[in-house]
Each structure stands twice: as structure tokens, then as C-alpha cells.
């Protein structure tokens, strides 16, 4: 049990919109190489429309519920 | 043995060369046009297309020649239909020969081709000496240029007597990765995920 004295200020980062922004850079990438190989018929522009959204929604969730990265740490302050 | 060129200069722990840049991934490249008529019924067909007319019949066909699997021919009607199974296989620098024929003289006609979607070569005329067969070579390498890979060609002709559509796969036989647009794909992608795994996670 935590106690009144024992409660821990945690504050994190997120990143949402840069979770997004590359999540559609990739999946921007792999749309094109489906392109280049031919894997993808792209009489309709829809598919890879819904590729790029859905990996930038999953970006976006990976820069808000993904592992989170240790802090920075600060440089000790110098004693005296 | 080990470690003989340990102790050389160590880089730094985050090189930020692949951080925050803009990100750019518009990046639908067209290069490739090709042809596209239509075809005419022949025997051979291992390539396959599509061609489907309004008001009047076309048809129309393409042969690649100098492929190292033989010259490949696509017709239209009678063949097999587009299919990226049954490409019109044209080596890089290679030409190819198309013809095109409607069943009545095709006037003040616009034609266009696609890659990608996206129109890559137009034009059109009057047609006033009411010709009702066309057929030119086109070089590959004009288009294309390094692309290799599998592309999807359509296009259309249309006029006052009706229209025709067609489309076919094109296949320029190598690895889109070992050419400038598939390098820089996989590069992108490669930035990307390095931005998810080390620039997008939440800070505790």
C-alpha cells in the first residue's frame, strides 16, 4: 500500500503525431515496393490509401502505448 | 585474433543523422509510360491484356522483341486477359512494336496512357484522313529509364465515333531493389522504423 508520502510524480512523453507521421512514411514505403513488385493491382488508389492510414493510426498508438524510452538522465549537479 | 583494430576512434553513442527530417513519402513515382493500343487477334498470345470498346470494336496487339525469353506478344481480343501473371516481359532498353485498329475511323480522338493511375503520355488528332489502323514502336528506355519491375499500363482513345480502354502488365525483368527507386524505399523504410523504435516511443 502506498501511503500519502509515498505517491510518485511520473510524468512521460508521448508521441502521437510522430508515431503517425512515420507509421505513413512506412507505410508509404511498403506500398510502393508492393507497386514495384507487382503484388498490388492498383486499379483503385483505396488499398494503399487504407495501408498508410492504418500504419499511421498504429504509429500513432506505438507514440502513445508503446514501451516507453528511460528518460534522459541529468547530469548529477555539481556538490557544494 | 581479436580486438587488433580495437581502440579506433569510437562514434558517438546517437548519431542524429536519421532524426527529424521531414518526412517525405510522396513519392508515387511515374516514369513509365508505355504504350498501349489495342490489339488485334493473332494466334501466339503470352502476354495477356484487356481492351473493351464503346460504340465501336477495337483491337489492337504489342510484341516486345530483342527479350532474352523470346519476343512476347499481347493481343487483344482473343488472348488471355491482363493478368500480372501474363506480362508483356520487355528487357530494360528494349522497344516495342504496337498496333492499334478500330472497326470505323476513330475522329477528333484524345488518347492517354497510365501508370500508376496516373497519366503519364496524352495526345490526340483529328484523325481527318479518317485512318482506322495505327502502329508505332516505342522504346522502353525513354520511359522507364532504370525502372525494372512489374507495372500495370492502361489507357484509352476516345472520339466522336466512341471509345476504346485497354490495359496489360508490363514486366521489366530485374530486382527493384537493386535500382535508384527501390533503394530509396527501402531507405525510407528503413528511416521510418528507426523513427518509430527510437524517436516515437513514450518517455518515461
Known amino acids: 500500500m502506498m501511503g500519502k ?18 507509421g505513413m512514411e512506412l507505410g508509404g514505403a511498403i506500398v510502393v515496393l508492393l ?9 483503385s488508389f483505396a488499398p494503399g490509401i487504407v495501408v498508410v492510414v492504418a500504419l499511421g493510426v498504429l504509429g500513432s498508438l506505438w507514440g502513445v502505448f508503446g514501451p516507453p524510452r528511460r528518460a534522459k538522465s541529468k547530469a548529477p549537479a555539481p556538490e557544494g | 585474433m581479436r580486438g587488433s583494430d580495437q581502440g579506433s576512434a569510437r562514434t558517438p553513442r546517437h548519431q542524429p543523422i ?22 488485334a487477334s493473332a494466334a501466339p498470345t503470352l502476354a495477356g491484356a484487356t481492351l473493351t470498346g464503346r460504340g465501336i470494336a477495337c483491337a489492337g496487339g504489342a510484341t516486345s522483341a530483342g527479350s532474352a525469353k523470346g519476343a512476347h506478344l499481347v493481343v487483344v481480343p482473343g488472348g488471355p486477359g491482363s493478368s500480372a501473371s501474363d506480362p508483356l516481359i520487355v528487357e530494360k532498353g528494349g522497344a516495342i512494336a504496337w498496333h492499334g485498329q478500330t472497326s470505323v475511323p476513330l475522329t477528333n480522338h484524345h488518347w492517354h496512357i497510365e501508370l500508376f493511375g496516373v497519366t503519364v503520355a496524352s495526345g490526340g488528332s483529328a484523325n481527318s484522313s479518317r485512318e482506322r489502323t495505327v502502329s508505332g514502336s516505342a522504346n522502353v528506355a525513354t520511359f522507364t529509364k532504370e525502372l525494372v519491375g512489374l507495372y500495370f499500363v492502361s489507357g484509352s482513345i476516345a472520339g466522336d465515333e466512341g471509345s476504346c480502354s485497354g490495359s496489360f502488365w508490363l514486366e521489366v525483368p530485374g530486382s527493384p531493389l537493386g535500382t535508384p527507386i527501390g533503394i530509396a524505399v527501402v531507405a525510407i523504410g528503413v528511416i521510418a522504423l528507426v523513427g518509430l523504435g527510437q524517436f516515437s516511443r513514450p518517455r518515461a
Open chain 1, 5 to 22: 508520502g509515498d505517491h510518485v510524480k511520473r510524468r512521460s512523453t508521448i508521441h502521437p503525431l510522430r508515431g503517425g507521421l512515420f
Open chain 1, 35 to 43: 507497386i514495384l513488385y507487382g503484388k498490388w493491382d492498383y486499379s
Open chain 2, 18 to 39: 536519421l532524426a527529424m527530417r521531414p518526412l517525405c513519402f510522396g513519392m508515387v513515382v511515374i516514369l513509365v509510360p508505355l504504350l498501349l493500343s489495342t490489339a
